[in-house]
């Protein structure tokens, strides 16, 4: 059992979400930065679909009813185990009534606990995680929330993974498209022209983003049509919107370019202020 | 049909069909198929997206592309029969009146007219559940409210822009309510939870 005892600014319970549903109109939510996700969930011996808290902006204190093994990834954070300061991207043992610490990331956005065993919170149209544009899924975590831990079956192998450090002005690969007949000939040239500022306004739906306007060539309205994550959708107002996690299954936006399924988890860890640059692959 | 294909990214294929009806068509072949690979199927108005996880794109890209390149005529039994589901509706909504003013209609002639209307649902999204009904009797097509309710109840029956919906839980909502429902369109814990799918026909019967 982990007791929660400071969730910080917003933290979820997230696993690979509800894959297979869109057509109802159920958003496929699951972990933002599934690349860290996975890998803490692979540090701690668990399959990659076993549910982990999801951290944004860090600041939790957890409280583990009994020994276990964890591991801490993503946006890179202080992090202590009973006062001690200890690494991320390794297991590290917390023993019974231990309290996991987890500070302020120096860079990135969202920082992931995984658990040997994993979480076992109720599962809805199977899966754990917290949709938080559908409201499916579990509660977001507030303080005394309890979540109860699954065992671990599989082994530990690795002592410490090395990651790359997140760049300060990433470079966001995409593909053009299926959309971009409604932009003007140069707004694939001016999406990659300058980079463009996370704005304050993302969230796990989407990374709002401030900087050049695409302009449209055709106007009215785009029939309603299914997305997927990473898709970068322009709204009237020019400015693009990279979909995340919990993006809306279909949009009535001319969709310019989708960006690389490899990029995507760096989109996801990019702050607000944080500048990205778009490359056309 | 017109069938045009471009990719969305790169595990997904958006299929430009051009027209509701084709798009169902797609939707319930590509279903039938069971092609290995393929994680979602979306249609909406105009279109189907196929999201593919695992498979080989380029593989399914070309199975869809010999699929819509058939000439599919009318009536053509593609072994695909929308169910029908009939919908038990008191007209007692609170934008009855409204709406009746909206369109010159008594309240009497909105009611006959919305429950005589041949609903087929057209595509799902805003919300879990929420169903785009397409087929609402044109007179009854007025905009949406100025300001949105910051809570509707589950199982209102609303239209809105050309389209009526059954809420399928509370939630916010800019839709002008005619009455509501006690058949549940939206379970978690039936498996489809939707009993709305794209291409199920819709009958609206007054309680």
């Not at chain 1, 898709?231 to 370019?257: E, K, M, S, W």
């Not at chain 2, 369109?185 to 026909?201: H, I, M, Y």
Request: proline content about 9%.
């Amino acid at each position: 059992m982990i007791e929660v005892v400071e969730p910080g600014p917003y933290a979820t319970v997230q696993d690979l979400g509800r894959p297979g549903y869109a057509h109802l109109g159920v958003p496929r939510s699951g972990a933002a930065d599934l690349r860290s996700a996975a890998l803490g969930n692979r540090l701690v011996g668990n399959p990659e679909s076993a549910a982990l808290v999801e951290l944004t902006f860090g600041g939790a204190v957890l409280r583990f009813s009994r020994g276990v093994w964890i591991a801490v990834t993503g946006a890179c954070c202080p992090v202590e185990v009973q006062g001690r300061e200890v690494g991320m991207s390794g297991p590290v043992w917390v023993p019974a009534n231990g309290e996991l610490r987890v500070g302020m990331p120096s860079t990135g956005l969202r920082t992931y606990v995984a658990v040997r065993g994993g979480i076992e919170a109720e599962r809805v149209l199977g899966s754990c995680s917290t949709d938080s544009l559908s409201g499916l899924g579990p509660r977001p975590l507030r303080r005394g929330t309890k979540l109860p831990l699954g065992k671990g079956c599989g082994t530990l192998s690795v002592d410490l993974a090395p990651v790359a450090p997140l760049q300060s002005q990433p470079v966001i690969g995409v593909l053009r498209g299926p959309r971009d007949d409604w932009f003007v000939p140069n707004a694939l040239h001016d999406l990659c022209a300058e980079p463009y500022e996370v704005s304050s306004d993302s969230n796990r739906v989407g990374a709002r983003l401030v900087g050049r306007r695409l302009a449209r060539s055709r106007q009215g309205e785009l029939p309603s049509e299914g997305m997927v994550a990473g898709a970068i959708q322009v709204p009237p107002n020019g400015q693009p919107i990279v979909f995340l996690a919990d993006h809306p299954p279909t949009g009535g936006y001319p969709v310019i370019g989708v960006v690389r399924s490899s990029d995507l988890p760096t989109v996801a860890q990019c702050r607000p202020g944080t500048r990205i640059r778009f490359r056309l692959t | 049909m017109t069938g045009i294909l471009r990719r969305m990214g790169e595990h997904a294929l958006l299929i430009e069909t051009g027209a509701l009806a084709e798009s169902h068509r797609l939707d319930a072949e590509l279903r039938r198929l069971g092609i290995k690979g393929v994680e979602e199927i979306v249609p909406g108005p105009e279109s189907v997206l196929v999201v593919v996880s695992g498979g080989d794109l380029e593989v399914i890209w070309e199975q869809v592309e010999l699929m819509v390149g058939e000439k599919g005529t009318p009536g053509q039994a593609t072994g695909w029969e929308p169910a029908e589901v009939v919908v038990e509706v008191e007209y007692d909504g609170a934008d009855l009146t409204a709406v009746a003013e909206l369109t010159g209609l008594g309240v009497d002639e909105v009611i006959a007219r919305h429950s005589g209307s041949s609903f087929v649902v057209g595509w799902l999204g805003f919300a879990p559940g929420f169903a785009y009904l397409v087929g609402l009797d044109p007179v009854l097509a007025v905009p949406r409210l100025e300001v949105p309710r910051t809570s509707v109840p589950a199982g209102s029956v609303a239209i809105a822009g050309g389209y009526s919906a059954i809420y399928p839980a509370a939630s916010p909502g800019g839709w002008r309510l005619l009455g509501r429902t006690t058949t549940r369109v939206w379970d978690v814990e039936a498996d489809p939870p939707s009993l709305l799918q794209p291409g199920t026909r819709v009958r609206m019967v007054p309680a």
